[in-house]
């Protein structure tokens, strides 16, 4: 029987992301981010257990999603092998930039060493190796068609963009030390932003739903690896913190449109459920009721309650599955019978004692 399931792990506010598919036992597996430095310990024992993955993708250089890989290559032995790497480093962002026009080239920033990029080079992965230029970009000529892996996965690359990686140059430094993945930074944890959130009660999807879209402008966000994976007709979304309007594009180049939307299995929501990332206009053009956020809510307070107004108005007569790896405020609070009665969806959290793992299975 063909398997395939998104598996999502604890991962603070962050991701830990296993893609699973195949028929037993010649199970694959492809593993998306490692979350923060806190959550590799737990993590390993799991890894370990998977032996051999077809794809490690480490998606953008935000701590949230990078840190646990700082932990992995600090150790003597790693845990697991990697078949192959997606990682954009500074190297790809030069050579991204390079690839541009003239008058779209950004300026250089110093070059500095970072501990993921050394890790990678001492583990002998290959890195990018699907890519002639070795950048994971929708403007590379390999990113135009989809990318098939052992077992009969296919991944369509939807983010980044030459420009959205080379924009993150002039700030490479500044990123690398809030990420903590320069060799000489120990970086505390971000503080908790001090507004920007509403403040949770009866909530009125309505009105959530009305509030502006301001797209996130944050430019490692803008660097994030995402795709589209496929297995046995069946295709999940993994948006990493992806641009909404880049991951737009790239599914309006597929043919998706808002008379023809694009069939999606489940959307692993961008950005842990920012109301920056997932705009109307995407949400118009794909076909989809399961939405899986991973967040404890720290930090940032997310899943924000806009964008879950917006999904639930966006599509109010089908039923709808919002799927949350961890009962935190953000997400407990659409746990209400009366609200999940009106708008038609139901919440999926984790089994009691798994708290932050959610298993989908994406051919059900």
């Not at 490690?56 to 990697?82: C, M, N, Q, R, T």
């Not at 501990?115 to 929708?138: D, I, M, T």
Request: aromatic share 6%; hydrophobic share 45%; proline share 8%.
């Amino acid at each position: 029987m063909a398997t395939f399931t998104l598996t999502l792990h604890p991962a603070s506010e962050g991701d830990a992301l296993i893609l699973t598919w195949g028929k037993a036992p010649a199970l694959r597996h492809a593993l998306v981010d490692l979350g923060r430095g806190g959550d590799y310990k737990p993590l390993k024992p799991l890894l370990q257990g998977l032996g051999e993955v077809e794809l490690f993708a480490l998606s953008h250089i935000d701590a949230d999603h990078i840190e646990g890989a700082v932990s992995l290559f600090k150790a003597p032995d790693l845990p697991f092998k990697a078949r192959e790497v997606w990682f954009n480093a500074r190297a790809q962002l030069l050579a991204a930039n390079a690839r541009l026009a003239p008058e779209q080239r950004v300026p250089l920033g110093s070059k500095q060493a970072e501990k993921v990029s050394e890790g990678l080079a001492a583990s002998g992965w290959p890195l990018n190796s699907r890519f002639a230029s070795r950048v994971v970009s929708v403007d590379s000529p390999e990113g135009a068609a989809p990318l098939t892996f052992a077992g009969g996965l296919q991944l369509t690359l939807l983010s980044p963009t030459d420009q959205s990686l080379a924009n993150l140059l002039p700030v490479w430094l500044k990123e690398l030390i809030r990420a903590g993945l320069r060799l000489e930074d120990l970086v505390a944890p971000p503080p908790p932003p001090a507004d920007g959130h509403v403040h949770l009660g009866g909530l009125d999807v309505e009105a959530l739903a009305a509030m502006d879209f301001k797209p996130d402008q944050t430019k490692p966000n803008g660097s994030s690896i995402a795709f589209i994976a496929q297995y046995n007709g069946a295709r999940v979304l993994m948006a990493a913190d992806a641009y909404s309007d880049i991951v737009e594009a790239s599914l309006r180049r597929l043919g998706a449109s808002e008379t023809q939307r694009y069939r999606l299995a489940c959307l692993k929501v961008a950005h842990h459920g920012s109301q920056g990332n997932t705009s109307p206009g995407l949400l118009g053009i794909i076909d989809c009721t399961c939405f899986a956020f991973s967040t404890d809510g720290s930090r940032h307070g997310h899943p924000d309650p806009q964008l879950i107004a917006r999904i639930l108005k966006a599509d109010p007569q089908r039923p709808k599955t919002l799927v949350f790896n961890f009962r935190q405020p953000q997400t407990l609070c659409w746990n209400v019978p009366a609200l999940m009665q009106k708008w038609n969806y139901r919440c999926v959290f984790p089994t009691v004692g798994q708290e932050g793992r959610v298993a989908l299975d994406l051919l059900a």
